[in-house]
Structures are given as structure tokens and as C-alpha cells.
């Protein structure tokens, strides 16, 4: 994976919740690209998909180190 993603994923605390949005604001990029960032991580099981009755994504951390 790119350094980018590792960079993201540890800047994110354990089972707090993030939208695309807020991580795409604190890296300086679109909500679009964080997304697929983010479901890559979600693949390997790292980082856990919900949404809540709003249909907001949340993307939350799963694991430290």
C-alpha cells in the first residue's frame, strides 16, 4: 500500500469514528480519494465501514500499530 494510506491510517485514533470528509480535510484532498483509501484499509482489516440512518459513512479504525 502507499505511504500515503499508512500515513492516514495512523493518524486515525482506534474506534473513533471519521467521515471521508474530515480526513479529506485534514489531508488536503477530496472526500473521493479518501474513500477509496479508506476501502482499501477495509479490505485488509484495518479500518471497519458503518453508516448510520442518515446514510452518512463513517470509517473507523480497528486496530493500533
Known sequence: MELRIWMML??????????????AEQFGTSAAE???MLCQLVEVGKVRMSSDASRTIWFERLFPG
Open 10 to 23: 495512523s493518524s486515525m485514533e482506534v474506534a473513533r469514528a471519521y467521515t471521508p470528509a474530515e480526513l
Open 34 to 36: 479518501i474513500c477509496e
